[in-house]
């Protein structure tokens, strides 16, 4: 099996450490994990001040609280990220865990009505593009030249949406691709996502799935967004495609939400009008020497960040210890990885890159669920660890 690779150079942002970029390392020393600060001299803990990583984010300014700690330093990025890869692993020195903890992991579907559009002109069209330029021609009419223009919810997107259905084009994807409800959905429990340098898990029931680069919002309890990182959203098209009851199954499984490098909170280097322009790359290299790139452009996006963040979190529903929200793809893979028409799915070994300048590179090697590490750190052992070192 391919062999993972890390370091800082190809994990950290465009502008490296300058930005505000607070992770989390396991200490074998005291037995738990630690929130640290990565900076350019190294990875400072600062679980003193900050017992988790919610505690960081419930700050009213994270960035400047996170750069106002000293904290301890306990070592070189290079030698922690070296670490995190399991092949490697010196279970006597610290490693990279996922960034997040206590918050919960939620996420967004159909968020880009550009490629939901596509998929409705396809499904209609039955292969002839003739056919596909009329229908594209009449949604055009209605929206306009660009889709990502089209507003969900808006009085333009409530026409074509009744258009599509009085023409037999209903879908459930329809509704909340353009409709006023976004899809928000739990991606998986608090303290479960796994992060870069490991394997993430893919459900050995599938024979038809793909990678879903996005970018991930980090929201406090308040409902402010007060930074992001990256994710993989890992899908099973087959499952999910049999019944959109399956979405549990589909999407909730063990070491299948993967988070990382980082969380890089807003400040002067960074902004939220910077993630809104950002574009997301994906390169997924197979064991058999297969290569696919693909990208994601959140410029594109149909809902904003702001809106999404509101639906998942308001006076309707309340997530006292925040939350990190997945936004969304705009990459679907259709290219034949193996016989003409079979389409793309994963192989056991795939190593899959997710990276964007402002957050670096989120690195993972596919691996059935069944062979990844069971998840077995929840809350009550994070809350142990921590009252035993005398953080609470």
Known sequence: MA????????TLPHDGARGALAGRVWRPDVSGPSVVAIRPDGVFDVTRAFPTMRDLCEMPDPARALADEQGERIGDLDAILLNTVPDNRDETKPWLLAPNDLQAIKAAGVTFAISMLERVIEERAKGDPAAATGIREQIVSMVGEDFSKLVPGSPEAMRLKQTLIDQGSWSQYLEVGIGPDAEIFTKAPPMSAVGTGVDAGLHPMSTWNNPEPEAVLVVSSTGKIVGATLGNDVNLRDVEGRSALLLAKCKDNNASATVGP?????????????????????VVEGPEGYRLEGHSSLGKISRSFEDL??????????????????TGTL??????????????????????????????????????????????????????????????
């Not at 028409?341 to 090697?365: C, E, M, Y």
């Open 3 to 10: 062999r993972l690779k890390l370091d800082s150079a190809t």
């Open 262 to 282: 980082f969380i890089r909170f807003f400040d002067a280097t960074f902004s939220v009008e910077d993630l809104r322009q950002a574009e997301l790359t994906l």
């Open 309 to 326: 963040a509101g639906q998942m979190l308001g006076k309707h529903h309340q997530y006292p210890d925040g939350a990190i929200l997945y």
């Open 331 to 392: 990459f679907a893979p259709i290219d034949d990885r193996d016989a003409p028409g079979q389409g793309f799915t994963h192989k056991i070994g795939d190593i899959v890159t997710i990276a964007t300048p402002w957050l670096g590179s989120l690195v993972n090697r596919m691996q059935h669920t069944d062979k990844c590490p069971p998840w077995t750190f929840g809350t009550s052992h994070l809350m142990r660890s921590l009252a035993r070192r005398g953080l609470l």
